[in-house]
Nanobody, 123 residues
Framework: QVQLVESGGRLVQAGDSLRISCVGPGRTSTLYGGWFRQAPGKAREFVGAINWSGGDLWYGDPAKGRFTIARDIAKNTMWLQMNRLNPDDTGVYYC?????????????????WGQGTQVTVSS
């Protein structure tokens, strides 16, 4: 069974940078690898996505200008580099795989998810 495993989440201070990883997106018929986040009491939010083969990138509004998604096909790994973090970025970050249906910004279009990694930004 294909699994996605996130890692790297931790407590950081406002203004810090952090990179989180996701191993496993390439082990299935991945068209897009996506990152989502969920803060307590809030809906899951689109952070960004990458076309797994071509490398095209899309970002949600909270990520634009601060976050960068990258992937290494050979290492079967995807990363989310987050810069200038602020307390509003606190939440559980999930990687997910879209195998070709629906909108890449819609969490319902992703059919494989990791367990999430907690990112906490203190002020």
């Amino acid at each position: 069974q294909v699994q996605l495993v996130e890692s790297g989440g931790r407590l950081v201070q406002a203004g810090d940078s952090l990179r989180i990883s996701c191993v496993g997106p390439g082990r299935t018929s991945t068209l897009y690898g996506g990152w989502f986040r969920q803060a307590p009491g809030k809906a899951r939010e689109f952070v960004g996505a990458i076309n797994w083969s071509g490398g095209d990138l899309w970002y949600g509004d909270p990520a634009k200008g601060r976050f960068t998604i990258a992937r290494d096909i050979a290492k079967n790994t995807m990363w989310l580099q987050m810069n200038r973090l602020n307390p509003d970025d606190t939440g559980v970050y999930y990687c997910a795989v879209n195998r070709g249906s629906g909108s890449i910004t819609d969490s319902g279009s992703y059919d494989l998810w990791g367990q999430g990694t907690q990112v906490t930004v203190s002020s």
